[in-house]
């Protein structure tokens, strides 16, 4: 069982910057990947970034690259996404995810432990 809570949402205006985290509870953290998930009012949960158990491999969604950056640390069983130059439609509830193995990684259903999730708002 590993059990994931987020932290560092808020309201910022637009082209801020603000840093999530995501603390996880449980064995073997390094083997699982770890993902940021989002959805806005009325939308699906769409995929944002993943990353793999050692870090070396991460995959951002097109409407994040260069803004956003996914991290991890093994040792605090942590993952944090920093995210800059912030536009209003990254407003949403950002969820922390965690499965077992790197492929289909943009794949929520896949995903077999979730945060509870942060709201981040965006001001224009």
């Known amino acids: 069982q590993v059990q994931l809570v987020e932290s560092g949402g808020g309201l910022v205006q637009a082209g801020g910057s603000l840093r999530l985290s995501c603390a996880a509870s449980?064995?073997?953290?390094?083997?699982?990947?770890m993902a940021w998930f989002r959805q806005a009012p009325g939308k699906e949960r769409e995929f944002v970034v993943a990353?793999?158990?050692?870090?070396?491999?991460?995959y951002y969604t097109d409407p994040v690259k260069g803004r956003f950056t996914i991290s991890r640390d093994n040792a605090k069983n942590t993952v944090s996404l920093q995210m800059s130059s912030l536009k209003p439609e990254d407003t949403a509830v950002y969820y922390c995810?965690?499965?077992?193995?790197?492929?289909?990684?943009?794949?929520?259903?896949?995903?077999?432990?979730w945060g509870q999730g942060t709201q981040v708002t965006v001001s224009s």
């Open positions: 449980g064995r073997a953290f390094s083997a699982y990947t």
């Open positions: 990353i793999n158990g050692n870090g070396g491999i991460t």
């Open positions: 995810a965690a499965k077992f193995g790197y492929s289909d990684y943009a794949l929520p259903n896949l995903y077999n432990y």
